[in-house]
């Protein structure tokens, strides 16, 4: 066998399985190979050219009219017949994450006009008092599981305060967050596709009453905000406009949030020294956070399409292309962070990770999602400084190509 052709491009190629039960464990060796191999490479079995090097991405986020984010919510799978009938109820329409310029400048011009900082600064009380409940209530018995029993619907129930939608309905779209999940970047079977996409319509459905309920009843909610925002010719969001963007609220805005919480308490819990640094002295945390994201991002890769013939890396790709930028493979890219692979909360650059993303479209909840997470460690760190994992339990991640989090993290501490 000749060893050199089996790391090359094109073994790399073959190999690049990321539904693979080996790549759901723990991409990062399989991203490393990758990486070292070659900036970028074309999988046949996706249909993408993956791309691997942080500097690579970098640019690519940073020229739209180059690299187009139309793809970037479009499912990976077409969907069936069936499934494609039922989403014709389906009336988003790209605005931020799937929306170039200019169209994409205008509404983001408008939605940090109403999701400002101080709106964001206010939450924190809110925050403080959600977390504060969920350790009573939730972490009083000495073992639960801190993903089901406290992650998941706790950045939920967040959200709801600030779109101004009703805490009883919490369930009802963590569940339907999930199915657009598996939809969108995963490879559901024809009877799953249709399940998601009727959930996916009266999601829609859900979104679009509550941004027209907020056009004729005003109160102090994002929702207000959003629906009464101007452009720079005085001009409002379409109600299709307004509804996309709290249906994607109500989709990325907390499931994020969950992986990003699930993921710090595992790589804290993992490594016992830094848990206990982490208790003994908070304001560590934010660094902590930062390394979380870096190490172990809660979005490992997201999506762009060339819009003429391009190098990346020195490696050329036609125009038309649909790239995969390997965010997770970035933040390990040891060009830009040393010993990528180790664990450091006081790592000087992890806060120049790219699990955001960068330039026009970082993550508009990005503030929003660091200031959960802080309160989160600083609140169970403070009550539970002997929070530990349970030994010998698996982990479980949805199958999908972008989204990771464990989907269950069993812990336990002295009483």
Known sequence: ??????????????????????????????????????????S???????????????????????FSAANALSPLTPPCPE??????????????????????????????????????????????????????ERLRLGHADIIRDFAWDLPVIVLFSILG??????????????NRVLFTYGKPAAEEQVRVA??????????????????????????????????GQGRSLSVAEASTMTLNLLVAGHETTTSLVG?????????????????????????AVEEVLRLDSPVVAWR????QPVDIGGVAVPDGANLLLMLGSANRDPAKFPHPDAFDIRRPNAHQHLSFGFGAHFCLGAPLARLEARIVLEEVSARLP??????????????????????????????
Not at 15 to 42: K, N, Q, S, V
Not at 45 to 66: F, G, K, Q
Not at 204 to 209: D, N, S, T
Not at 219 to 230: E, G, I, M, P, Y
Request: proline share 8%; net charge negative.
């Open 83 to 136: 499934a494609t009938r039922i989403l014709s109820g389906f009336g988003a329409v790209p605005t931020l994450a799937n929306a170039d310029p200019p169209g994409h400048t205008r509404v983001r011009r408008m939605v940090n006009g109403a999701f400002t900082p101080r709106r964001v600064s206010a939450m924190e009380t809110v925050v403080r008092a959600v977390v504060a409940q969920f350790c009573d």
């Open 1 to 42: 066998m000749n060893v050199e052709n089996d790391v090359g491009p094109v073994a790399i190629a073959r190999r690049f399985d990321p539904f693979g039960a080996e790549y759901l464990a723990d991409p990062y060796p399989h991203l490393a190979r990758a990486r070292d191999a070659t900036p970028a490479f074309y």
């Open 44 to 66: 046949p079995a996706l249909d993408h050219w993956v791309v691997t090097r942080y500097d690579d991405i970098r640019s690519i986020l940073l020229a739209p009219a180059v």
């Open 165 to 178: 939608a009703p805490a009883e309905d919490v369930a009802q779209v963590k569940e339907a967050s999930e």
């Open 198 to 231: 009727e959930g996916l319509v009266a999601l829609w459905g859900y979104a679009k009453a509550l941004v027209e309920d907020r056009i004729r009843n005003p109160r102090d909610d994002f929702t207000t905000d959003l629906v009464q925002a101007l452009d």
């Open 386 to 415: 002997s929070l530990r994992l349970v030994a010998g339990q698996p982990l479980e991640f949805l199958p999908n190509i972008s989204f990771r989090g464990p989907l269950s993290l069993p812990v336990e501490w002295d009483t």
């Open 263 to 287: 993921n710090a308490f595992r790589r804290l819990l993992e490594d016992r020294s830094t848990w206990e640094q982490l208790c003994a002295d908070p304001s560590l945390i934010p660094g």
């Open 304 to 307: 762009r399409r060339t819009t």
